[in-house]
């Protein structure tokens, strides 16, 4: 552990770790609070025939688990490519987010899943994956918002490559696949995913939400504009 905060510090710039520590932070509360309140409600079904119609492909999970590996090292990236794009970027994920909490708690959503028969590894990480991850919470995809978040906010990033960009939404596409053919949500839920992503970037573009997390940042002033 403590290795792994050393490598941290050293990937991470001072004037990123308080605004990605709020993103973190906010990130549990979003998820975890309409889930401790879902008991006390109604729960709608969102399914189409489409959804239906469906199969489902365990192999998926594993797509589905790396997408917490690719919000890690993106959000990171993004963030190192300057102190500017660090602020916009987590004020419109904070934004996103709480937009997504808003609707999780208004509207909570669920579906049926078949259940799964633990025959392999890869049945195995699914059905640990079920355990873990209840099916509500649905709509609009948290699991989306954040991949979509790292293919918009790697366009125009000054120290990557231009591939660098095309590849978070290649995977993006393969994380949007995922929800679907592991059954953990229907097509509705990506699209909402998409749109509170992009609502949260008009949201904080429109109040500055900007200057929030820069004011969360320590050495923001001290700091120079680009990572040396």
């Known amino acids: 552990m403590k290795r792994l905060l050393q490598l941290l510090r050293r990937w991470i710039p001072d004037y ?14 979003a998820y975890y609070v309409p889930k401790l ?3 006390h409600r109604q729960l709608h079904l969102m399914s189409t025939a489409f959804d239906d119609a469906l199969p489902r ?3 998926f999970i594993f797509i589905y688990v790396l997408a917490y590996v690719q919000w890690v090292t993106a959000y990171i990236i ?4 300057s102190r500017e794009r660090c602020f916009r970027f987590t004020a419109g994920e904070l934004c996103a987010k709480a937009i997504s909490m808003a609707i999780l708690l208004l509207y ?7 259940p799964v028969e633990v025959t392999d590894f ?26 979509w978040l790292c293919f918009r906010q790697s366009l125009g990033l000054k120290r990557m490559p231009r591939w660098y960009a095309w590849a978070q939404g290649g995977f993006s596409l393969l994380v ?10 229907v097509w509705p839920d990506i699209f909402g995913g998409i749109a509170a992503a992009e609502l949260g970037i008009l949201l904080s573009r429109l109040l500055r939400a900007e200057r929030f997390t820069e004011r969360l940042s320590r050495s923001a002033r001290r700091q120079p504009t680009e990572l040396r």
Do not use: M
């Open 16 to 29: 990123a770790r308080r605004p990605l520590l709020a993103v973190l932070i906010f990130n549990f509360v």
């Open 37 to 39: 309140l879902e008991s």
């Open 57 to 59: 492909i365990p192999a």
């Open 78 to 81: 993004i963030a190192r490519d």
């Open 108 to 114: 909570p959503t669920t579906l049926d899943r078949p």
């Open 122 to 147: 890869t049945s195995f990480v699914l059905s640990n994956v079920y355990g873990a991850d209840t099916p509500t919470n649905l709509f609009p995809s948290l699991h989306c918002l954040a991949s």
């Open 176 to 185: 949007f696949a995922s929800v679907l053919l592991v059954k953990q949500h």
